[in-house]
């Protein structure tokens, strides 16, 4: 049997490959590079430390993420990321309840705001590399009642910044700035950087049937 979390990325060795992470966006984008891998997510401290920026949060978290669940599977490469929303300096993490959602939205309305991604990828024999993507996000104006018609889809639960732009949050978006799938919340750019990092460059996988 094939073991699905296996990939090869080099033409000598298979790699194991962990999700450190339950998000099914993380996992599509995965799926669509054509990289196997279980799942396995992380429980950690999410809170914000006095004077940490939004870049050493983002990473910092990440970073321990993938410590964690490094732990549970030696010999494994264990992937893990965190995103949150970024206006005027301010944090913007999940929203408590739906009150939350519909007044962090009202703040970005017609305006821009900066998503920030941490990625950490912990080696099988120890050790991780992490890094940091940045995506500018702009929204087009809108009022109260369009974001509270928003929040009632319940998509921005769960969500940094309360809205989902791979989702319907994408209609509050006029444009990005940088790569569209640091917003999603796993940069393809910084996870192929952090593979040639540590001596695996992806490689193009073949077509399904060929």
Same mark, same amino acid.
């Given at each position: 049997?094939?073991?699905?979390?296996?990939?090869?990325?080099?033409?000598?060795?298979?790699?194991?490959?962990?999700?450190?992470?339950?998000?099914?966006?993380?996992?599509?984008?995965?799926?669509?590079?054509?990289?196997?891998?279980?799942?396995?997510?992380?429980?950690? +401290?999410? $809170? @914000?430390?006095?004077?940490?920026? #939004?870049?050493?949060?983002?990473?910092?978290? &990440?970073? %321990?993420? !993938?410590?964690?669940?490094?732990?549970?599977?030696?010999?494994?490469?264990?992937?893990?990321?965190?995103?949150?929303?970024?206006?005027?300096?301010?944090?913007?993490?999940?929203?408590?309840?739906?009150?939350?959602?519909?007044?962090?939205?009202?703040?970005?309305?017609?305006?821009?705001?900066?998503?920030?991604?941490?990625?950490?990828?912990?080696?099988?024999?120890?050790?991780?590399?992490?890094?940091?993507?940045?995506?500018?996000?702009?929204?087009?104006?809108? +009022?109260? $009642? @369009?974001?509270?018609?928003?929040? #009632?889809?319940?998509?921005?639960?769960?969500? &940094?910044? %309360?809205? !989902?732009?791979?989702?319907?949050?994408?209609?509050?978006?006029?444009?990005?700035?940088?790569?569209?799938?640091?917003?999603?919340?796993?940069?393809?750019?910084?996870?192929?950087?952090?593979?040639?990092?540590?001596?695996?460059?992806?490689?193009?996988?073949?077509?399904?049937?060929?």
């Amino acid at each position: 049997m094939t073991d699905r979390s296996r990939w090869c990325l080099n033409d000598e060795v298979s790699m194991r490959l962990v999700l450190a992470s339950a998000s099914p966006r993380r996992t599509a984008i995965l799926d669509t590079l054509g990289l196997p891998h279980e799942v396995d997510p992380a429980d950690v +401290d999410e $809170s @914000l430390r006095p004077g940490e920026s #939004a870049e050493q949060y983002v990473k910092r978290l &990440a970073e %321990a993420k !993938a410590a964690v669940v490094a732990g549970r599977h030696v010999g494994a490469f264990v992937l893990a990321g965190d995103t949150t929303v970024v206006r005027d300096d301010e944090i913007l993490g999940k929203p408590a309840d739906d009150d939350e959602a519909v007044a962090m939205l009202c703040s970005l309305a017609g305006r821009q705001h900066r998503v920030l991604s941490g990625l950490a990828l912990a080696m099988p024999g120890g050790g991780i590399h992490a890094r940091v993507d940045e995506a500018r996000v702009f929204f087009r104006s809108f +009022d109260a $009642s @369009l974001a509270r018609a928003y929040v #009632a889809t319940g998509e921005p639960v769960g969500k &940094a910044g %309360a809205y !989902a732009i791979q989702g319907q949050g994408g209609a509050l978006v006029t444009r990005v700035e940088g790569d569209y799938s640091t917003v999603v919340g796993l940069s393809i750019a910084g996870l192929v950087a952090l593979l040639e990092a540590v001596g695996q460059p992806y490689r193009f996988q073949g077509a399904a049937g060929a």
